[in-house]
């Protein structure tokens, strides 16, 4: 198995209030995506990275931002969490090789709940 | 710009019964075609994938895949389901210059005894 890390895998918070949620890899691969689970929509990309400090918006990128700072650390930020934003957050990792064939290897997901 | 419609949202299938789940989808260039399993409460993991090459795919569990590019489709079979395969599925695409994946909006398939 791939040596991804998601933490918290569950939370649980107000509107308004800031959440980050980490994802952490072993692997040393160059790509890092976020994407956000929701019945009927399927998988939606919310942002990626192409390496260190290289990041860019997928579809859904309104109201989250993200940082890497370093190779095995991707961070997903909600500045000011809203209801709409309840979802599970997969991050997934793809080495250079395969990032153009589509393989990507997924974390077991962090579950965000807004009141 | 590339899109994914899986046309079932759930099938509900006996075990050793066949089941097949439908993809089509919408792309101005070349693409590559995955389908993606998540086992309850895991993340997804890859089934199979065409890049190039035969038409006709298959995973090591049973699973096989036909691109068929007139009609745009990327269906998944398997002839005979076990009660291990309740799983969601998704289909996704992307092509050679990209390396963001688009998904479907998933099938859940439940083999019942």
């Known amino acids: 198995d791939a040596g991804i890390t998601q933490s918290p895998r569950h939370k649980v918070t107000e509107t308004g209030t800031p959440v980050t949620l980490r994802c952490h890899q072993t692997e040393n691969h160059r790509y890092m995506y976020w994407y956000r689970q929701d019945p009927g929509h399927g998988l939606r990309l919310i942002h990626y990275?192409?390496?260190?400090?290289?990041?860019d918006k997928g579809e859904v990128s309104d109201g989250y931002s993200v940082s890497r700072s370093k190779t095995e650390d991707f961070l997903l930020t909600l500045e000011s969490a809203t209801s709409s934003q309840t979802s599970v957050y997969f991050c997934?990792?793809?080495?250079?090789?395969?990032?153009?064939?589509?393989?990507?290897?997924f974390g077991e997901g962090s579950r965000l709940t807004v009141l | 710009a590339q899109s994914v419609t899986q046309l079932d949202s759930q099938v509900p299938v006996f075990e050793e019964a066949p089941v097949e789940l439908r993809c089509n989808y919408s792309?101005?260039?070349?693409?590559?075609l995955f389908w993606y399993v998540q086992y309850p409460n895991q993340g997804l993991q890859l089934l199979l994938k065409?890049?190039?090459?035969?038409?006709l795919v298959e995973s090591i569990n049973g699973f096989e895949a036909e691109f068929n590019k007139s009609q745009t489709s990327f269906h998944l079979r398997k002839p005979s389901v076990h009660i291990s395969d309740t799983a969601e599925y998704f289909c996704a695409v992307t092509h050679s210059n990209d390396y963001k994946l688009s998904f479907g909006a998933g099938t859940t398939v439940t083999v019942r005894a």
């Open positions: 065409y890049l190039s090459g035969s038409t």
């Open positions: 997934a990792i793809s080495n250079a090789g395969t990032a153009s064939t589509g393989e990507l290897f």
């Open positions: 990275s192409y390496g260190v400090k290289d990041t």
């Open positions: 792309s101005s260039v070349s693409v590559y």
